[in-house]
Each structure stands twice: as structure tokens, then as C-alpha cells.
């Protein structure tokens, strides 16, 4: 298990790195339901909840951003457009847009789930991205990063 995530009403979602699936673990019962990814080998890693309880999570060794929808369950995924981007983390700011940092390409994406349309940002410098913030109070939202190879904080504000 790499990352796990409540929903609102108290149920844990997580993600299986080696299985290539996600998890859920129902807070009444207990009982554990697993769902793998569409695509085998995924590696799912860190995940954010939306408020409609959606569960969205990076599949790091496909390239790929994942959502599972517990009224379907059902997983849906987009595809990143560069390859070996190996996306890490990931989170959703108030205008419904999911941001994606990648490990290995020093580029976060900002995905609109509505359309499939996605921009890239390409970093200043070498960062391998962890972990991801936004600032909600700003319009358009600013992104928000460590920059483990730099030693230093990146802040992305998008003009649009």
C-alpha cells in the first residue's frame, strides 16, 4: 500500500504500487474491494479525494492520471502527452483542473478532466517532483512545488 485517502464518509481508499490497483475499505463493514487499473502494471501512487468523493490517483509507470468513481466503480484514465513523464502526485484545485507533477521529465501537467485538454509547464530546472500544492485563493489557482534536485521552491502561476 503506497497512499491512502478518506472520502467523506469515513471509507479509506488506497493505492496498491505492486498490484497495480486501488482499494477500498468500507468504514462499516470493514470489507476491502479491489479494482485494478485499466492499464496492467500502473503503479499507482499518491492520491487526492475530489468533493464528489471521486478518488484520483497518478499511475506512475504507465503515464497515466487515474480516477476512480465509487457510484460506477469504475476507473477512467488520461493519458499524459510526453512519454516517461512517471507522474507522482497529483491534486485538485476549485476550478475542477488536476495538476501532475512528474519524477523524471521536470514538467507538471494541468489536466481538465471535462475536456481531456491538458498544458505543460516545463520547470526551470532538473526537479524530481514529489509532492504538489495549490493555492485556491488565487484566480487562476497557483501551483505549488519542492524541487528536491534544487534545493528550492517552485511557484507556477498559469496566465489563463
Not at 25 to 50: L, N, V
Amino acid at each position: 500500500i503506497y497512499d491512502v485517502v478518506p472520502d467523506s464518509h469515513n471509507n479509506a481508499y488506497f493505492t496498491d504500487f505492486e498490484q497495480g490497483q486501488i482499494g477500498r475499505i468500507d468504514a462499516k463493514t470493514g470489507k476491502i474491494t479491489f479494482y485494478p487499473t485499466p492499464t496492467p502494471y500502473s503503479r499507482p501512487r499518491r492520491a487526492w479525494m475530489d468533493a464528489q468523493d471521486r478518488f484520483w490517483f497518478a499511475e506512475y509507470r504507465v503515464n497515466r492520471i487515474g480516477m476512480f468513481d465509487p457510484r460506477t466503480e469504475r476507473i477512467r484514465e488520461w493519458e499524459e502527452p510526453n512519454p516517461w513523464s512517471s507522474p507522482y502526485d497529483l491534486v485538485m484545485d476549485n476550478a475542477g483542473q488536476v495538476w501532475i507533477g512528474g519524477v523524471t521529465n521536470d514538467r507538471v501537467l494541468r489536466l481538465n478532466p471535462e475536456t481531456g485538454e491538458s498544458v505543460e509547464y516545463l520547470l526551470p530546472r532538473s526537479t524530481n517532483i514529489r509532492r504538489v500544492f495549490v493555492d485556491n485563493s488565487t484566480t487562476p489557482a497557483t501551483f505549488w512545488v519542492g524541487s528536491n534536485h534544487g534545493a528550492s521552491i517552485l511557484k507556477l502561476e498559469p496566465l489563463n
